[in-house]
């Protein structure tokens, strides 16, 4: 059923309150997004403006059921979704989670010239390559028993760390310091455990990737400054989760909140959209359970980062000094924060599918050095158009819970991008136009072509012109390693 | 549809698999067919080694996701890539369904060459299991990638 959108002005458009929708629901799309979403709706059983009109029906949802300008369907939320809720009259939804519990991005600053990369370019990609472990069923050195398993849970990052993995200046630099407290190992199965023996420390297959990229253009100099990030700067990229451990606990955690939903006679207007009351012992274990999972993936990622540090300082004789910690901040989560809104300071539960937080200036949480600026945005783009790094401000803070995009956003279906192309085609085409890729897979490749993605420069264009993030640089991709 | 077969379905991040055949169970053994189509090229290559799966659900729906999910699950603890399977058993009522299986597969170790994607999760998502009016069962469902 073609879903009725209103225009409230250039770059935000709202589907407003009807049938069971608790709020409104906001999209943010310029006229020719829009266009393409409506299509959508009207002509494919996958529907992204369905699914923002279905989360606003979830019981507590505050404000309004939001996606950002990448939004494009996922399973229950649509990605780019954000809803917030309220901890006492609200539910936990796994499906505003995913099932790759806080993937996310880590950016790193290397102290060495473009030129130096442009020289070196085969050395570095395929010292990354043998460094970090990519693809389907890739094993990580970082081998580990269940005790020490239970404790990544519970410390993250800081677990990584203390094996030799990455400095400790990096936690600084990490979303919660690499830690977020009541996370609870008896919550995550055997099973969950077990998958993830061999696999921290590993990038995954799919869209995860790492990149050698290079500042390309800086928009906001005081920001950028406050970053780090210089014209031709070099910056590394990881974009990965908490691997098979998250996917597990979404897996075991889909019958207990389906029951849940049963129970609590929560209305499911989706399949997908199961819930459990915040309060419940089955939505309190979730999100205990979740939370491990997002130290997991910070674990993953300080795991990763170090493999990327000792590569760097193997190729270039670099010191710890050389290479910094940007930021890292997760994409699929879930949140207790601390918001301004028209009733006053709350407490809210905020679900972000692929949405990133981006805090504005003088938030606690963002890290001392950028407190003035705002939090860092790590948007990745695709392996052969620019990423982005933006940062958070207060119009974003009152509109969205501080939130972002995450990437460009798929506007084409794998199997779509199969078709139109093939992966020897698309490697070719980016080392013309000076972009090495590694992959293990070619099909990966095609699937993951620039052109199955939308144009991530206008994503942005529509968050900055709706003044909800603002971009500080625009990265641009030199070498792409893909799982 | 006739017969039995399967197929994978435009999903713009995702992928639907659906399923369909004479029995509940040979629309099951399909939809994972579809599955195992999306994890490993399967050319050149057979089943070495044998793997029990026993599950249930609390309706043929929910047996089929469960059933998905434990396949996902079992193969990476195994650490192998599936290539074949056959439901020995299907049976159920009310809220209690269940099924035997024995899968084939083969070391990933030994096929690194033709693993293609990894998959995350059976979403309930496009989640169904149904009788159509010519008799055929048809399953799916979108899985995570």
């Known amino acids: 059923m073609k879903v009725q959108v209103e225009k409230i002005d250039e770059f935000l458009w709202e589907i407003p309150r009807s049938g069971n929708m608790l709020v409104p629901g906001r999209i943010y799309a310029d006229d020719e997004s829009m266009t393409f979403l409506l299509e959508e709706s009207s002509t494919k059983q996958w529907d992204a403006l369905a699914q923002v009109r279905n989360v606003a029906c979830l019981p507590g949802i505050v404000g309004a059921s939001m996606a950002m300008a990448d939004i494009h369907p996922g399973y229950g939320f649509p990605i780019g979704g954000v809803g917030a809720f309220d901890p006492g009259e609200g539910v936990v939804s796994i499906a505003g989670v995913g099932f790759d519990i806080n993937c996310g991005v880590r950016s790193m600053v290397i102290d060495i010239t473009k030129e130096r990369i442009e020289l070196n370019r085969e050395r570095v990609a395929e010292e990354l390559f043998n460094s970090v472990p990519a693809g389907v069923g890739s094993k990580g050195e970082f081998r580990l028993s269940v005790p020490e398993i239970d404790r990544i849970l519970t410390e993250g990052a800081a677990f990584a760390l203390e094996r030799g993995y990455g400095v400790e200046e990096d936690l600084e630099y990490v979303e919660e310091r690499g830690t977020v407290a009541g996370a609870d190992p008896s919550a995550v199965s055997p099973r969950a455990k077990e998958r993830q023996l061999r696999q921290v420390g590993t990038l995954g297959s799919g869209n995860h990737y790492l990149e050698v990229q290079y500042v390309d253009e800086i928009y906001d100099e005081e920001a950028a400054s406050s970053f780090g990030l210089i014209p031709d700067g070099i910056v590394v990229s990881i974009h990965t989760g908490s691997r098979a451990l998250g996917h597990q606990i979404g897996t075991d955690y889909q019958s207990v909140l389906r029951q849940a939903s049963q129970k609590y006679k929560i209305p499911l207007p989706e399949s997908e959209l199961i819930a459990a009351p915040i309060q419940s012992p089955e939505g309190r274990r979730y999100i205990s359970a979740v939370r491990a999972g997002i130290n997991c993936a910070f674990a993953n990622r300080q795991a990763i980062s170090g493999l990327v540090r000792d590569a760097f300082k193997r190729l270039f004789r670099l010191s710890d000094g050389e290479i910094r910690t940007l930021y890292e901040v997760g994409h699929n989560n879930l949140k207790m924060e601390t918001h301004d809104t028209a009733e006053g300071l709350r407490n809210l539960l905020i679900h972000r599918k692929g949405a990133t937080r981006a805090f504005a200036a003088g938030r606690d949480e963002v890290p001392e050095r950028y407190r003035r600026v705002g939090q860092p945005v790590l948007v990745g783009g695709t392996m052969g158009t620019s990423s982005f790094i933006l940062v958070g401000t207060e119009q974003g803070m009152t509109e969205t819970f501080g939130s972002a995009i995450h990437g460009a956003g798929r506007v084409k279906s794998r199997k779509k991008a199969l078709r139109d192309y093939r992966g020897n085609d698309v490697i070719d085409d980016l080392a013309c136009s000076g972009i090495l890729i590694r992959t293990r897979s070619r099909k990966g490749a095609a699937e993951e072509a620039p052109g199955a993605y939308k144009d991530v420069e206008r994503v942005v264009a529509i968050m900055e012109g709706a003044g909800v993030n603002r971009r500080v640089a625009r990265l641009r991709p030199m070498i792409c390693i893909k799982g | ?145």
Not at chain 2, 60 to 68: A, K, P, R, S
Not at chain 2, 116 to 131: F, H, I, M, N
Request: proline content about 1%; charged content about 25%; glycine content about 14%.
């Open chain 2, 1 to 145: 549809m006739t017969g039995r077969g399967h197929e994978t379905l435009e999903h713009t991040a995702d992928m639907g698999l659906r399923g369909w055949g004479g029995t509940p169970a040979e629309a099951f053994e399909e939809t994972a067919l579809a599955m195992f189509d999306l994890m490993i090229d399967k050319s050149g290559i057979s089943a070495e080694d044998d793997y029990s799966l026993s599950i249930g659900g609390r309706d043929l729906t929910g047996l089929l996701i469960e059933f998905l999910n434990e396949l996902l699950s079992l193969a990476d603890v195994e650490d192998s890539a599936f290539v074949s399977i056959s439901i020995e058993r299907l049976q159920g009522e009310g809220e209690e369904w269940d099924l035997d299986a024995v899968i084939g597969g083969i070391p990933r170790g030994k096929c690194r060459k033709n693993l293609l994607s990894e998959v995350k999760a059976a979403t309930w998502y496009g989640a169904s299991v149904d009788r159509e009016g010519g008799g055929l069962w048809v399953a799916g469902c979108v899985v995570d990638l």
